[in-house]
Every structure is written in C-alpha cells, then in structure tokens.
C-alpha cells in the first residue's frame, strides 16, 4: 500500500544559509495518525512548507501518496492539506466564500462545493455565520473554519500544525473528537502539537525532530523504552536536554 | 460554458479570479467609486477651467484631447493599484498560502492576480468612457486600433502591479513606485498636454519615457490624433508587455518571494 508520506533525506537550507532541515526521512502509512513533536525552531513548519508547496526543498524528496511534491506537485497538493497555526483567512471573505473559493481552487465542481461548503458548515457549527466577514467571526470560530477550509477538498493527508493552540477546552475536545472521526473514515493524520497529552490521546505513531533532524520514532512505548524513561513527557525532556524539569525529579524532591 | 462542463483546470482558474474580483467589489466605493470621482475632478478642472483659456491643441478641443489619457491613465493606475494592494496584503496575512498550496500552476496563479486589477481597470475606464461620451460625444476613431492598446496598457500596468505586490515587504514599497515612479512617468507622459507643445529639452526627453508612446496610441484610437511612429510604439508595448510578463512567470515558476 502507498505511504501516505514519504520523505526521504529532506534538505532545506535558507537563502541566509541557515539550514532548518538536515537530511530528514520519515513515513507516514495510508490511514495512519502521526505526530511530530520537537521544541519551536526544530524544523516542523519548514517540513510541513515542504510538503505543501510553501517551501522549496533544497534537496531529497517529499512524495504524498506516492506523488512527488515539487515534479508532480498537481497530484501531490490535491491529496493534502494544511490548517496552520497562525489563522491565515482571508479577512474579505464571507465563511461560505472562504469554503467556496477554496474548492475552486481545487477544481470542484459549482454542485459539489455547494454541497460541501453546506456539510462543512453544518459540521463545525457554523451556519448561521455563513454570510458574515471572516474577520468578524471569534477565535474558537476562526479556527474551526480553518480547520473545515484544509477539509474542503477532501485530503487524503491532513496536516494539523497545532489545531489546539489558545482554543479553551470545550473546542479542544470537540476538535479532538472531529480529528478522530476523520481518521477512522481513512484520513491520513500528521498532527504538530506542543500539549503532549494531546500526542497520547490520538497518535498511532510520533516522531521526535529537534535542530532539523529525526532524533527518534515510534509508539509511545518504544519511544519511552528507547529513552529509558515511563512517561513522552520525559522523552521529550530527554529529547531536548532538560531532564530537571522531570515530574518525577520534582516529586523525588519534595518526598 | 456552463459551469457543469468547466475543466478543473479551468474551474481553478475562475476561482483565482473570482477571488479578485470579489475583493475591490468588496471595497467598491474605495476601488470603484474614487477613482471614478477623481478622474471627473481631472475633467472639470482640466477641462472647464483650463479648457477655457486652452482652447485646442492642434486642431482638437483640449477637454477631447485629454480625455483619452486620463482614460488610459485610469485604467493603468488602477490596475496597478490594485493588483500590488492585493498581493501585498494576502502575503501579510499568509491568506495567500490558501492560493499557493493548491494545484493552482504558476501560469495561472499570476493570470489570476493579473486579471483582477485588469478588470478593475476596465470597469474604471469603461463607465469614465460612458460618461464622458454623453457629455462630451467623444469619438472613437480607429478602434482596432484603440482596443488593443488599452488591453496592453491595462496588462502591463497588471503585470507591473503584481511583480510589485510580490516583492514588496511593506505598504511604503507599494506607494513609492506608484508615487516615485508611476504617476511622474503618467503625468509627463503628456495626458494634460501633447509633446509638441513644450520647450526642448523636454520636448526630446519626453520620447524616453514609455508611456509617452501608450497615451499616443489611446489618443489616435480616441480621436486620430497621430504623433510618434505608431506602429512602431504598438509593437514596442506589446513586445514589453510580453517581456514583463516572462519575467513575471519566471518569479511564480520559482516560486521567488513567495514560496520560502
């Protein structure tokens, strides 16, 4: 079966010479839910701009099911689809615009993007704003839209690159519930996180990426096990070289 | 072609546009309604008050003789305004990512910037032209003639509009080529005034100037009014519009300023 992703010896380096990625590989299966956790600067974003056509690697391959990114970009950029961190709406459109034009872009049919833009909506809770400006809509909204906006055309791999960042915990957990359903009807998942719970609740699988490089992968048991440690809390303090701040080292403290 | 038989190639296309479209219709009395007024404050001033104690030049009635290089000049102000705002903005908010994440291909991403100013400018040029052909019954002499060069004018100053909004980081880059650059080239292009009326060297110098050569071939579309060699400065502009539209499509191609 294709992998959903596939990046192989990914480079990325900027005009200033700064190099974000260093030789990156990593698979992600057809179905899969994968998450890629690092501090701020390791490369995330620079791969996830790699992916959809916002950045240009420098060299090495990304390929979405089986499509190359940079040759075969039509096909690649069809089956995926980001909804990033920074809202990124455009502030002149309507929600239903936003929905429709983003399919246009995509090429879906006028029936076919009504139909959808109307699901989407009704998905998010959001009808009743389809006709007002997007930058009137409240932060718990905007990203909801931005969500159902990456959903619009129906990507095979869904790139999450901190969909819960400063939403309160209603919205968390209803976003929660959405990625899960989308994942268990065959959406591929890669989920950028910062709240490592979030990683535990839904991620099949993680990888660890710090200063442009994979610095490990798995489950959360081998990753754990691999790290020597019992809980992704402390891997990831182990990843980043601040084992002080371990719960268990506080605790030993106060005892 | 109904919407059910568009390619998605095609249906991509339109999308790109329609967002464009969409925009300055949103701000219409900003896009729309001032640059209409402001073109009429040219005619009255330009026309009814100097155009009584400038009577005609070379024959024609200075208000007729104006005219068309203000509707030239409306339509290449706009267009460019337009098409830099709007890229520069999407590129502040990263709205833009939407755009550059799809299948969209290069070619059509700059055609979907491109034509959103264009039309903005048509529509500007238009109803100034409506108006003024009620007040005023102004003549369209050569019209194959007249048409084709409004469209190069309007394309290039699109073009010129998008290449703009792309490499600008901030709203005082825009400004500067419209302010430094843009209007300077319009005005002394001779809209107000025909070369032949000022003194050397300026007379001279005024041939350097590009837009010199796109107000003549309005003017002779408008109302026959001949001045350079017009054949040559039609195949001048469009041999300039297709250089800066290549150059503009090496830009998307690679993805400079835009893509990271």
């Known amino acids: ?255 | 072609m109904s919407a059910g038989r568009m390619s998605s190639s095609q249906i991509r296309m339109v999308s790109l546009v329609r967002r464009e479209v969409n925009r300055f219709m949103k701000i219409k009395r900003q896009t729309i309604g001032g640059p209409l007024l402001e073109t009429f404050l040219y005619i009255s001033v330009f026309g009814a008050a100097l155009g009584t104690r400038i009577h005609s030049i070379d024959g024609y009635r200075y208000i007729v003789f104006v005219i068309p290089g203000l509707i030239m000049m409306a339509w290449a102000l706009n267009s460019f305004a337009n098409n830099s705002s709007s890229v520069l903005q999407q590129k502040f908010t990263r709205a833009i990512d939407d755009q550059l994440s799809s299948p969209a291909s290069p070619a059509q991403l700059l055609w979907g910037f491109t034509l959103g100013g264009f039309i903005r400018g048509l529509i500007v040029s238009v109803l100034t032209f409506l108006v003024a052909s009620v007040l005023l019954s102004l003549p369209v002499a050569h019209p194959l003639v007249l048409v084709p060069s409004l469209a190069l004018v309007g394309l290039f100053f699109s073009i010129a509009g998008v290449l703009v909004g792309v490499r600008a980081e901030q709203f005082d880059d825009v400004a500067l080529y419209q302010t430094f650059v843009l209007q300077p080239l319009i005005f002394l292009g001779g809209v107000f005034y025909g070369a032949s009326l000022l003194p050397q060297p300026w007379q001279t110098l005024t041939q350097f100037n590009p837009v010199y050569y796109m107000i003549a071939l309005v003017r002779y579309g408008f109302i026959g009014y001949r001045t350079a060699n017009l054949g040559l400065a039609f195949i001048f502009l469009a041999l300039v519009t297709a250089a800066l539209f290549g150059y503009a499509y090496s830009v998307f191609r690679r993805g400079r300023y835009l893509r990271s």
């Open chain 1, 1 to 255: 079966m294709t992998a959903a992703l596939e990046v192989r010896d990914l480079v990325k380096r900027y005009a200033g010479g700064f190099e974000a990625l260093k030789g990156v590989s990593l698979d992600i299966g057809a179905g899969e839910f994968f998450g890629l956790l690092g501090p701020n600067g390791a490369g995330k974003s620079t791969m996830i701009h790699c992916i959809t056509g916002l950045a240009r690697p420098t060299s090495g391959t990304v390929k979405v099911f089986g499509n190359d990114a940079v040759r075969g970009y039509r096909r690649a950029r069809e089956a995926v689809a980001l909804a990033p961190q920074e809202i990124n709406l455009d502030i002149f459109l309507t929600l239903e615009e936003t929905l429709d034009l983003h399919g246009g872009y995509f090429g879906m049919s006028r029936a076919d993007r009504r139909e959808r833009t109307a699901e989407l909506l009704e998905a998010f809770s959001l009808t009743e704003k389809r006709h007002e400006r997007t930058r009137n809509l409240s932060g718990g909204m905007k990203r909801r839209l931005t969500l159902a906006r990456a959903l619009m055309h129906r990507p095979r791999l869904l790139i999450l690159d901190e969909p819960t960042a400063g939403v309160d915990i209603e919205l968390r957990l209803e976003l929660w519930r959405y990625i899960e359903k989308i994942n268990r009807e065959g959406t591929s998942i890669m989920l950028t996180t910062h709240y490592l719970e979030e990683a535990e609740q839904l991620c099949d699988r993680i990888a660890f990426i710090n200063h442009g490089q994979i610095a490990a992968q798995g489950t959360i048991g081998e990753l754990t096990s691999g790290y020597g440690v019992s809980t992704l809390e402390d891997a990831y303090l182990e990843l980043v070289g601040r084992q002080e701040l371990s719960r268990s080292h506080i605790q030993d403290a106060v005892i």
